[in-house]
T-cell receptor
Framework: SQQGEEDPQALSIQEGENATMNCSYK?????LQWYRQNSGRGLVHLIL?????REKHSGRLRVTLDTSKKSSSLLITASRAADTASYFC??????????FGKGTRLSVIA | GAVVSQHPSRVICKSGTSVKIECRSL??????MFWYRQFPKQSLMLMAT?????????EQGVEKDKFLINHASLTLSTLTVTSAHPEDSSFYIC????????????????FGQGTRLTVV
């Protein structure tokens, strides 16, 4: 069953702006992961944050995790048209398959 | 990074026929692979967990006889949609984790390119 809930469902921004996506989940986790999916393609892993971490950076990506609130956020800075895609959070409980949220469809307008 | 190859990427079949989708881990071993289904503009729904050398574990509501899964080797899992109907039309995606990193937790998952199935 789906566990993660992302918001917003869709986000449209101008190139150069920052994009923030949020994810909430319901149970304890081992780690939380963010993936990107271009239309009609498979998913690509972006970043993994463990339950004992609060923030992580990778290039233009910044992820936060608040286990007390069971929430995470993904920030993409200085967005580009090529960042247009759907972004999914996925929770990992360590002994079960990844469970994906509903996703945020990001459109970056040049 | 690790690569998972899924084939075919797109298939059109007639109602009543069967379609086989292959998922291969190209540079790592995967005793466990996962099959997901995705409807347009929606998230991935886990269908089943494919286990090498044993029966697959299906999620609630997924018909075992409809979606046959075979995981005959450490690098190959197949999903066969039997007696396909138009409502089976969907995007099917497989994924796996590098067994060397542990089957379950703590690592990223690698995804195939997906298969767009259209049943006419």
């Amino acid at each position: 069953s789906q566990q993660g809930e992302e918001d917003p469902q869709a986000l449209s921004i101008q190139e150069g702006e920052n994009a923030t996506m949020n994810c909430s989940y319901k149970t304890s986790i081992n780690n939380l992961q963010w993936y990107r999916q271009n239309s009609g393609r498979g998913l690509v892993h972006l970043i993994l944050i463990r339950s004992n971490e609060r923030e992580k950076h990778s290039g233009r990506l910044r992820v936060t995790l608040d286990t007390s609130k069971k929430s995470s956020s993904l920030l993409i800075t200085a967005s580009r048209a090529a960042d247009t895609a759907s972004y999914f959070c996925a929770t990992d409980r360590g002994n079960t398959p990844l469970v994906f949220g509903k996703g945020t469809r990001l459109s970056v307008i040049a | 990074g690790a690569v998972v190859s899924q084939h075919p990427s797109r298939v059109i079949c007639k109602s009543g026929t069967s379609v086989k989708i292959e998922c291969r881990s190209l540079d790592f071993q995967a005793t466990t692979m996962f099959w997901y289904r995705q409807f347009p503009k929606q998230s991935l729904m886990l269908m089943a967990t494919s286990n090498e050398g044993s029966k697959a574990t299906y999620e609630q509501g997924v018909e075992k006889d409809k979606f046959l899964i075979n995981h005959a080797s450490l690098t190959l899992s197949t999903l066969t949609v039997t007696s396909a109907h138009p409502e089976d039309s969907s995007f099917y995606i497989c994924s796996a984790r590098d067994q060397g990193q542990g089957a379950w937790g703590g690592t990223e998952a690698f995804f195939g390119q997906g298969t767009r199935l259209t049943v006419v």
